[in-house]
């Protein structure tokens, strides 16, 4: 049998959906799991056996050829809830196509499954599997983790002793924490004696991390790994880290995946849309009647971005001094030889 799950939408929600794709995997031990995501999904998985990664391209010749390629399924999971999603599955002719009840062209799936906020994402995205009826077997996030690879980046990128790893950008501006904030709460990091190292993707993460550098009175003593990092290499350098600070973004939902404590800075988000970190603590803004804003807001409806302040660096410095002197200890991870 060849069972395919469609989840194309950022690097965050492919972690998060890589649940369903573990409880599928022992649903049916004798069946090909495909995953039709973004290019990066083929570094993500790397190694995991009996996952067919199909990168798309998204443009329709792209979306053509992955259709194609889908000729035989005979079950689909619609994770993304988009048109590409449902009209490519059924132009497939997969005759079992389950998806969300409010996505884009619902009426094309065969089975429909709820979906609402204020639970998690994981959650949400099991409810898919309980439409046919199928077992959910694990709640936890996975990624697998090579001995060799992290042995690498150690040497590549001169990794010596504890670090924190901090990430100051996200997709959308009213997601990002102000930046002096957390060029502050490096510093108390720092003046505490832990090492800190600034993680993030090529373009707009690096001028974000370039701004938070320009605040620091002592910028050298911070290493600079955004832009630096392939997508692999990012999931073992959380791995390695001692701690994760993030916005709502992706590093949020790969430290949860690979056993690292994160603590999540809320904006303009909540954890009530169900992307909050199950392992760590989160904090988000008070006292405001425009908070949460919506899932993705690209713009501040009220231009005051006062959400992107309203978390001082003083009480995340404190839940990060709690976590790091707790010493949590690592779940088990997908180590491969």
Same mark, same amino acid.
């Given at each position: 049998?060849?069972?395919?799950?469609?989840?194309?939408?950022?690097?965050?929600?492919?972690?998060?959906?890589?649940?369903?794709?573990?409880?599928?995997?022992?649903?049916?031990?004798?069946?090909?799991?495909?995953?039709?995501a973004?290019?990066?999904?083929?570094?993500?998985?790397?190694?995991?056996?009996?996952?067919?990664?199909?990168?798309?391209?998204?443009?329709?010749?792209?979306?053509?050829?992955?259709?194609?390629?889908?000729?035989?399924?005979?079950?689909?999971?619609?994770?993304?809830?988009?048109?590409?999603?449902?009209?490519?599955?059924?132009?497939?002719?997969?005759?079992?196509?389950?998806?969300?009840?409010?996505?884009?062209?619902?009426?094309l799936?065969?089975?429909?499954?709820?979906?609402?906020?204020?639970?998690?994402?994981?959650e949400?995205?099991?409810?898919?599997?309980?439409?046919?009826?199928?077992?959910?077997?694990?709640?936890?996030?996975?990624?697998?983790?090579n001995?060799?690879?992290l042995?690498?980046?150690?040497?590549?990128?001169?990794?010596?002793?504890?670090?924190?790893?901090?990430?100051?950008?996200?997709?959308?501006?009213?997601?990002?924490?102000? /930046?002096?904030?957390?060029? @502050?709460?490096?510093? %108390?990091l720092? #003046?505490?004696?832990? =090492?800190?190292?600034? +993680?993030?993707?090529?373009?707009?993460?690096?001028?974000?991390?370039?701004?938070?550098?320009?605040?620091?009175k002592?910028?050298?003593?911070?290493?600079?790994?955004?832009?630096?990092?392939?997508?692999?290499e990012?999931?073992?350098?959380?791995?390695?880290?001692?701690?994760?600070?993030?916005?709502?973004s992706a590093?949020?939902?790969?430290?949860?995946?690979?056993?690292?404590?994160v603590?999540?800075?809320?904006?303009?988000?909540?954890?009530?849309?169900g992307?909050?970190?199950?392992?760590?603590?989160?904090?988000?803004?008070?006292?405001?009647?425009?908070?949460?804003?919506?899932?993705?807001?690209?713009?501040?409806?009220?231009s005051?971005?006062?959400?992107?302040?309203?978390v001082?660096? /003083?009480?995340?410095?404190? @839940?990060?001094?709690? %976590?790091l002197? #707790?010493?949590?200890q =690592?779940p088990?991870? +997908?180590?491969?030889?």
């Open positions: 049998m060849r069972i395919v799950v469609w989840q194309s939408a950022f690097l965050g929600d492919l972690v998060l959906a890589g649940n369903l794709v573990v409880n599928l995997l022992i649903n049916f031990p004798n069946s090909e799991l495909i995953l039709v973004r290019p990066f999904a083929v570094e993500l998985f790397k190694g995991l056996d009996r996952l067919k990664v199909i990168p798309l391209k998204k443009n329709l010749k792209g979306t053509w050829k992955v259709i194609k390629q889908l000729a035989g399924c005979q079950i689909a999971f619609g994770v993304q809830r988009g048109l590409r999603t449902s009209l490519s599955l059924f132009l497939a002719k997969i005759p079992t196509r389950v998806g969300f009840k409010n996505a884009e062209l619902s009426l799936y065969t089975h429909k499954a709820p979906h609402y906020w204020g639970i998690h994402e994981v949400r995205n099991q409810q898919l599997l309980k439409v046919l009826n199928l077992k959910v077997y694990t709640d936890r996030l996975f990624l697998p983790i001995w060799k690879t042995e690498r980046i150690e040497k590549k990128f001169n990794l010596r002793g504890e670090f924190v790893a901090v990430a100051p950008s996200a997709n959308f501006e009213p997601k990002r924490w102000n /930046e002096k904030y957390f060029a @502050k709460l490096i510093e %108390l720092m #003046k505490e004696g832990f =090492k800190v190292t600034l +993680i993030g993707a090529k373009g707009r993460d690096q001028e974000v991390a370039q701004r938070v550098l320009s605040f620091l002592e910028p050298k003593g911070v290493k600079n790994l955004v832009g630096k990092t392939t997508v692999e990012l999931v073992h350098l959380i791995y390695l880290a001692r701690l994760v600070v993030a916005n709502d590093p949020v939902h790969i430290a949860e995946a690979v056993g690292t404590p603590i999540t800075v809320y904006c303009a988000t909540s954890p009530y849309y992307f909050f970190p199950r392992r760590g603590v989160y904090l988000q803004p008070k006292g405001l009647k425009c908070h949460p804003c919506k899932p993705n807001p690209k713009e501040c409806k009220f005051s971005m006062e959400c992107t302040q309203t001082k660096p /003083e009480e995340v410095y404190e @839940k990060a001094l709690y %976590l002197n #707790k010493g949590l =690592k088990s991870a +997908i180590f491969l030889s």
